[in-house]
């Protein structure tokens, strides 16, 4: 019978299945059960680390399948390895209740590495891999629809402004702003995009990237998972690292990109407000419709970072000072949740 170490962090029908499907591709009898960091979705995850032998982990993943996209997940898995991207593969599964044992990519994500001698490797790493899901096209990649766009702004009025600070949004000072950010999202180049390239995403081990929660991928906007890496929600680089890396991403783009450096940078910065509202958004949504306070903590510098390049376009400019007021409001909101 195998045994688990940390018995507490599933239920009992899940303990069984596990130990069954463990002993079933031959693993080890002892193991234990770490619980891995939480995400934004309904999913779980663990690290089954094998007792005998140190070395040899894997990822069990609790996947409700009437709150996530399950098949969308084994689908993409397999297009994304076909085009040579380091995803989990899937060794056994229980599809009726979501569960299933991946192969472990490791412990040290993309943010491990930024305040290390391996920084500048692990990102030039991390924008190779990113040129290689651009390459992808499978007509079983939807496209990243303008409704959709719209769609997450709304995220941001609904949960962020309106139920979150409990604020009447202002459609009319928001029209122009939002119009310009879908716009951006919508006239650009059109390839395969990740959605949610960064640091906490993307795993790193000697010089090997390996990607994980690639279910949502659509085919968008040319410039979406660079911002979403260099513009990320959990890390702030220095724009003088910024510009140093979308002049790598530039010089091995395959697309061909008719305009300069800057214009480029213009459009990566518009996407990345679109994506930093949604995300705001999101945040307030995990909470207060999911009971979730692990990601509170992010809402202000976020918006923080917002407004910062709010500032530097003019269309946006509007809108710079009511995010710095919605920030001010937010961080008295975290502190009676404190």
């Known amino acids: 019978m195998l045994k688990s170490q940390q018995t507490n962090a599933l239920n009992q029908a899940e303990?069984?299945?596990?130990?069954?499907?463990?002993?079933?591709?031959?693993?080890?009898?002892?193991?234990?059960?770490?619980?891995?960091?939480?995400?934004?979705?309904?999913?779980?995850?663990?690290?089954?680390?094998?007792?005998?032998?140190?070395s040899a982990s894997y990822v069990l993943m609790l996947s409700p399948p009437h709150l996530e996209e399950n098949e969308r997940f084994e689908t993409f898995s397999k297009i994304f390895a076909a085009h040579q991207i380091n995803v989990p593969t899937i060794l056994d599964a229980n599809k009726?209740?979501?569960w299933y044992i991946l192969t472990d990519l490791g412990e040290t994500h993309l943010k491990d590495t930024y305040d290390t001698s391996t920084k500048e490797e692990a990102i030039g790493s991390a924008i190779n891999m990113l040129i290689q899901i651009q390459a992808i096209s499978d007509p079983k990649i939807p496209p990243y629809s303008i409704k959709r766009f719209e769609d997450e702004l709304g995220i941001f009025k609904e949960?962020?402004?309106?139920?979150?600070?409990?604020?009447?949004?202002?459609?009319?000072?928001?029209?122009t702003p939002f119009e310009l950010l879908v716009k951006n999202a919508s006239t650009q180049i059109q390839c395969c995009v990740h959605r949610d390239y960064h640091c906490r995403n993307i795993l790193f081990s000697h010089d090997r990237i390996g990607l994980v929660d690639f279910q949502d991928a659509l085919i968008g906007p040319i410039s979406y998972d660079l911002a979403s890496l260099l513009r990320d929600c959990y890390h702030r680089f220095s724009e003088q690292e910024i510009d140093h890396w979308i002049s790598l991403y530039l010089k091995l783009c395959k697309f061909k990109?008719?305009?300069?450096?800057?214009?480029?940078?213009?459009?990566?910065d518009l996407t990345a407000v679109q994506?930093?509202?949604?995300?705001?958004?999101?945040?307030?949504?995990?909470?207060?419709?999911?009971?979730?306070?692990?990601?509170?903590?992010?809402?202000?510098?976020?918006?923080?970072?917002?407004?910062?390049?709010?500032?530097?376009?003019?269309?946006?400019?509007?809108?710079?000072?009511?995010?710095?007021?919605?920030?001010?409001?937010?961080?008295?909101?975290?502190?009676?949740k404190t």
């Open 159 to 175: 949960w962020f402004v309106e139920k979150w600070l409990g604020e009447t949004f202002p459609e009319k000072l928001f029209l």
């Open 96 to 98: 009726k209740n979501g």
């Open 15 to 54: 303990q069984v299945w596990l130990g069954k499907a463990l002993a079933g591709i031959g693993k080890p009898e002892e193991y234990q059960v770490v619980p891995l960091l939480a995400e934004a979705s309904h999913r779980k995850f663990f690290r089954i680390i094998c007792k005998n032998n140190i």
């Open 257 to 268: 990109v008719k305009f300069g450096k800057d214009e480029f940078k213009m459009q990566l």
């Open 275 to 336: 994506r930093q509202l949604k995300a705001v958004g999101i945040f307030s949504r995990l909470y207060l419709r999911d009971g979730k306070s692990s990601h509170l903590e992010y809402i202000n510098q976020v918006i923080a970072h917002a407004s910062e390049l709010c500032e530097r376009h003019p269309s946006l400019q509007p809108i710079t000072n009511l995010l710095l007021d919605w920030k001010l409001a937010s961080n008295e909101k975290l502190m009676t």
